[in-house]
């Protein structure tokens, strides 16, 4: 395993869109492992191929819950609306006011390539469609409600 280079925004990698994953090989299980290091590492809540520059799609998510692995992610159904601050790791030391569904079915394929569907709300909902969102080569900063400010670091 090993710590990736986030992409910062302005990097124009972030602006283009992922390719689709065809098979699970070595190559690719390293990028997963090292993408998980790479998020934990951050303190992030998840992870795009993308923002480590690769242009898979890919996504890394734990919301506290544990590691989710999305691999060709789909959202099938969205309800609700919650609004709220929204940060990411391309973006450092920023967060805005984002709306975004409150309720997110989402279809991917796991680490064998298997089919699966998986549902979130809040937090988990957020993730899922802030972190498709990049494989499309959207940054949250695009759907900001007012203007960006800047995010205040409590000491330890």
Known sequence: MAIR????????????????????????????????ETMYDAEGVGLAAVQVGILK?????????????????????????QRGYEGCLSVPGKRGIVTRPNHVKVRAQNEKMEFFEIEGTELLARA??????HLDGELYISRVEGSLEDVEYEEE
Not at 9 to 17: C, P, R, V, W, Y
Not at 65 to 80: A, F, K, S, V, W
Not at 128 to 133: L, P, Q, V
């Open 57 to 81: 799609r890919i996504v890394t998510i734990d919301v506290g819950e544990g590691p989710i692995i999305l691999i060709n992610p789909e959202i099938i159904e969205e309800d609700g609306e």
């Open 128 to 133: 899922f469609c802030h972190e498709i969102a």
């Open 5 to 36: 280079t986030i992409r910062i925004e302005g990097d124009e990698i972030l602006n283009k869109k992922s390719k689709p994953v065809k098979e699970m090989t070595p190559r690719n299980e390293k990028l997963i492992s090292d993408m998980l």
